[in-house]
């Protein structure tokens, strides 16, 4: 009698490392943001004057949150377009996890300096990380083109466009990176912005089953 085996996913081994340091990344967000030891609290009032002075922090923190969860949940789709996986590819997505990993660094910088008149090095750093972060996206999709990992015709045409997005988004983030050296609150807004149509992007992409 023949009984009906359960697919094997070819790169089971390698989301799972990915989910694991995606779930790393968004628990380290959260490491900064507390009351300095400095503040001096004697009473109810001088407590919420504290908690104000972090609110930069908690939006940072909360943006990057969401830049870190619509990243995994497009590299969660982006994986099903591919039917197995290669050296490059691994790579690739190794290059992907450095940006994602590095970007609390910048968060906790942007939580303490955005409204000060030195968030210009926090911002375009933030940035840069965002940069390399399309960088990982385009040699992942160009390791999958190339290596013929795609599922089907379908894929190869997501895959296609999700690579142009990536360059794209090396553009956009590098014209921010330069325009953040006079405007960097007004950067800070239109790059989340950015992430607001990714999440768009990301609700459409449409992976194999």
Known sequence: MHTNMPEVNPNARLETFCDGVFAIALTLLVIDIKIPSSAVINNTSEFWVALKHIVPSILAFVSSFAIILVTWVNHHNAMKLAARSSTAFIYANGLLLLSVVFIPFPTSLIGDYILTDHAAPAVILY??????????????CTAGL???????????????????????????????????????????????LLWVLWLVIGINLKPEE
Do not use: H
């Open 127 to 140: 940035n840069l990380v965002l940069i390399l972060q399309a960088l990982g996206w385009a040699q992942i």
């Open 146 to 192: 190339k290596g013929n990992l795609a599922k089907s015709e379908a894929a190869i045409k997501e895959i296609r466009k999700n690579r142009s997005y990536a360059y794209y988004s090396v553009l956009g983030y590098s014209m921010l990176a330069l325009v953040a050296i006079w405007i960097p609150l007004t950067v800070v807004i239109i790059t989340l």
